[in-house]
């Protein structure tokens, strides 16, 4: 029995799919990308109020929830 389809099917299938993937992944690099600046964003503010509200010598900052 012969298959239906072929190569140009597959090929489209393939292409479509990598398509799919990298408009998957770019979105969640714009979602990263997003966090990762309200995150910096809201630890300038926290700093800020520290160093208006407390005067320290020094702020030290360590660690991190992103990589």
Same mark, same amino acid.
Request: no cysteine; glycine share 8%; aromatic share 8%.
């Given at each position: ?7 140009? $099917? =597959?090929? &489209?299938?393939?292409? /479509? @799919? ?18 990762? $600046? =309200?995150? &910096?964003?809201?630890? /300038? @503010? ?22």
């Amino acid at each position: 029995m012969p298959q239906t389809g072929g190569t140009q $099917d =597959r090929e &489209a299938y393939v292409r /479509g @799919a990598r398509e799919f993937l990298a408009r998957k992944r770019e979105a969640l690099r714009e979602k990263n990308r997003a966090i990762r $600046d =309200r995150a &910096a964003a809201d630890a /300038g @503010a926290i700093i800020d109020m520290i160093v208006r509200d407390y005067q320290p010598l020094r702020v030290y900052q360590w660690g991190s929830l992103l990589t």
